[in-house]
T-cell receptor, first 113, second 118 residues
Framework: AQSVAQPEDQVNVAEGNPLTVKCTYS??????LFWYVQYPNRGLQFLLK??????LVKGSYGFEAEFNKSQTSFHLKKPSALVSDSALYFC???????????FGKGTTLSVSS | GAVVSQHPSRVICKSGTSVKIECRSL??????MFWYRQFPKQSLMLMAT?????????EQGVEKDKFLINHASLTLSTLTVTSAHPEDSSFYIC??????????????FGNGTRLTVT
């Protein structure tokens, strides 16, 4: 069975500082990994994905994520946080193309000015 | 880009009534759509996979007679919460994958429906 763990309920950073939101996964085959962001009472917006290839994936709004197979991790990063980055972030995985995504519990990112 | 439209965005209904939520893919055809439920400050739980022209596939623990899914066309899936009760109050979100973007493309999500049952 697939699963995703986001160990932090909340991450607090100051504006301008780098941020990391952690994610680890478990799948039986090759992982297809995704990050989404959710603003209050809204659906999810796609940020980036890892399918194959370079371990460092660049996405929307300056976010990037690093795939680490040995640690089964896919942490989301951004070099310089903005207050507008404050939102709920979800890591998700699927083990087969075209199937539903399984989500982590989400991490609330709070960026202070 | 692909857009998924969900309607209504908010609905308040009385206990015992039924509520229908629509999910439309606006610029692509979706043979498969996914319905999720999100509890406050919690993750998205997959409820069911909606398949165009056939029965939906429900996740374990989801009552198919309670949550009726119809996917009658390639651009529309509906979720009907039948005989709603206060415990059905939640945020329901649909999603779909644009097959034109490849099988590894991300899911596109609607903006969700906030259901409140009084």
């Amino acid at each position: 069975a697939q699963s995703v763990a986001q160990p932090e309920d909340q991450v607090n950073v100051a504006e301008g500082n780098p941020l990391t939101v952690k994610c680890t996964y478990s799948v039986s085959g090759n992982p297809y990994l995704f990050w989404y962001v959710q603003y209050p009472n809204r659906g999810l917006q796609f940020l980036l994905k890892y399918i194959t290839g370079d371990n460092l994936v660049k996405g929307s709004y300056g976010f990037e994520a690093e795939f680490n197979k040995s640690q089964t991790s896919f942490h989301l990063k951004k070099p310089s946080a903005l207050v507008s980055d404050s939102a709920l972030y979800f890591c998700a995985v699927r083990d087969q193309a075209g199937t539903a995504l399984i989500f982590g519990k989400g991490t609330t990112l709070s960026v202070s000015s | 880009g692909a857009v998924v439209s969900q309607h209504p965005s908010r609905v308040i209904c009385k206990s015992g009534t039924s509520v229908k939520i629509e999910c439309r893919s606006l610029d692509f055809q979706a043979t498969t759509m996914f319905w999720y439920r999100q509890f406050p400050k919690q993750s998205l739980m997959l409820m069911a996979t909606s398949n165009e022209g056939s029965k939906a596939t429900y996740e374990q623990g989801v009552e198919k007679d309670k949550f009726l899914i119809n996917h009658a066309s390639l651009t529309l899936s509906t979720l009907t919460v039948t005989s709603a009760h206060p415990e059905d109050s939640s945020f329901y979100i649909c999603s779909a994958q644009n097959p034109g973007q490849g099988t590894n493309s991300p899911l596109h999500f609607g903006n969700g429906t906030r259901l409140t049952v009084t």
